[in-house]
């Protein structure tokens, strides 16, 4: 199993009605048997509040064993996944944590930094919040147990050794149910090359890593959990070469983002699914030939799968729901800025034109917000690029100005409404999830 890319969200909610002996399956337009019902009472509808919402996200391109294979994509799957949770799916920069090759030494996917970051998780994750824990990296299964490879992990039949430098997702499963987190969703795109051996070697998934990541929710291990694979059970999957990521993570972050959205611009949980099942076997088939195959599926239970939003994009036909409104903002703003009354001048006369706004076009403002510092570029045409300093990728989105007052729109979640005041840019946020604030930004000098 090599490019393994496990997303572990703990997804549970307080419900105490029994529930089925095994969960749904969610493999094509429907959910499969034992479980069809997904609205039956005491379905799990609702993500907890954004505060609660924690993140352990690791990718592992280089491994300090030589026998090991080296990847391309693992370390741009976890940054790519870092982003999408904090700019589309409400989860606090501070709280996603990014353990990855291409990071510093003290964030590197080491053995110990995963699970040191796993017992520093389980003593902050609330019962009633959110965890989810993302591996991209190789895996492989040895004496039917079934092993992620960290950064120094060694590669060996010997099961022993194994336990020393890899980690057992038996492990990471008694982790997660350490912390008694409440919400659990996992994710796993795996199965890549063999890690061990010729990198076009097939590495399919097993039942012993789909049973590795299943909670029991008779015995409330949690109450509710989502598990998400990236292929069927003995089939493999495969790298976008163009992309460099896997095809499964290169679709769910663009599900996320908006492509699985509904008319309303929400991405839920089987609309992902649908997503996924529809987009990853389309892609690899156009790209490889139609001998290689490839599909999703799901095992849910606890949720009401068609109503569990787990991201807000676009609604349909619109550039993003920050933007749906963007239109009568900016005809508001013209109101306000044809209102202005002129400013009288010293002498009390009749009134003289103030010196006009800065033109936005070409500069660059910084500020400091709840998730950290950014930048936003603004460029001619309208186009802009939002930059917080503790994400890597940056996010863009559109801007236009009338006179002083300005309106911005950021991923196409979020609005932020304001005006130039001396040298400072001062206003309102709102995004699509609610969410309310004030913000400033002053302009960045230039550097000679």
């Known amino acids: 199993m090599s490019k393994l890319f496990l997303i572990l969200v703990q997804l549970a909610a307080v419900v105490f009605l029994p529930l089925p002996s095994a969960p749904a399956v969610l493999q094509g337009d429907r959910p499969q048997s034992p479980r069809s019902e997904q609205g039956r009472a005491g379905s799990l509808k609702n993500l907890p509040a954004k505060a609660k919402r924690f993140a352990l996200v690791v990718g592992v391109d280089k491994y300090a064993d030589t026998q090991i294979t080296t990847l391309g994509g693992a370390s741009n799957d976890a940054r790519a996944l870092a982003a999408a949770l904090v700019e ?54 040895r004496s039917g147990q079934a092993f992620l490879l960290p950064a120094d992990a060694q590669v060996s039949d010997d099961v022993t050794l194994l336990e020393q430098t890899a980690v057992n997702v038996l492990q990471i499963r008694d982790w997660v149910k350490r912390t008694g987190v409440r919400q659990v969703l ?64 290169w679709a769910l972050i663009e599900g996320l983002k908006g492509a699985a959205a509904n008319e309303r611009g929400e991405v839920t949980l089987d609309g992902l699914v649908r997503h996924l099942q529809e987009r990853v076997p389309k892609q690899v088939k156009l790209d490889l030939g139609a001998g290689k195959t490839q599909r999703p599926f799901a095992v849910v239970e606890g949720y009401k799968a068609d109503e569990l939003v787990l991201s807000v994009a676009a609604p349909a036909g619109k550039e993003g729901r920050g933007l749906a409104a963007a239109e009568q903002v900016v005809e508001d703003l013209e109101l306000k800025a044809e209102a202005q009354p002129a400013r009288p001048d010293a002498e009390g006369g009749k009134g003289r034109e103030t010196a006009a706004p800065p033109e936005l076009a070409g500069t660059t403002w910084e500020g400091e917000g709840a998730n950290g510092p950014y930048t936003v570029e603004f460029f001619a045409g309208g186009k802009l690029r939002y930059k917080n300093a503790f994400i890597e990728q940056a996010t863009g989105g559109t801007w236009k100005q009338v006179g002083a007052f300005v309106q911005l729109s950021v991923g196409a979640y979020s609005n932020w409404n304001g005006k130039l005041v001396g040298g400072e840019m001062k206003g309102s946020g709102a995004n699509a999830s609610g969410e309310k604030w004030d913000w400033t930004m002053t302009r960045k000098a230039i550097k000679n």
């Open 186 to 249: 996992m994710i796993l795109d795996a199965c890549r090359n063999d890690p061990a051996g010729r990198a076009n070697a097939d590495n399919p998934l097993t039942a012993t890593y789909t049973r590795g990541f299943n909670f029991d929710v008779r015995n409330r291990e949690v109450e509710a959990f989502v598990t998400l694979y990236a292929t069927a059970i003995g089939h493999r999957a495969y790298e976008f070469k163009e992309k460099r990521q896997g095809y499964f993570t």
């Open 88 to 141: 589309h799916a409400g989860f606090p920069t501070d709280q996603v944590v990014l353990l990855s090759s291409d990071q510093p030494e003290e964030r590197h996917p080491t053995r110990g930094n995963i699970l040191r970051r796993l017992s520093n998780l389980a003593t902050i994750v609330p019962r009633d919040g959110l965890l989810l824990f993302a591996f991209a990296g190789h895996g492989m299964e």
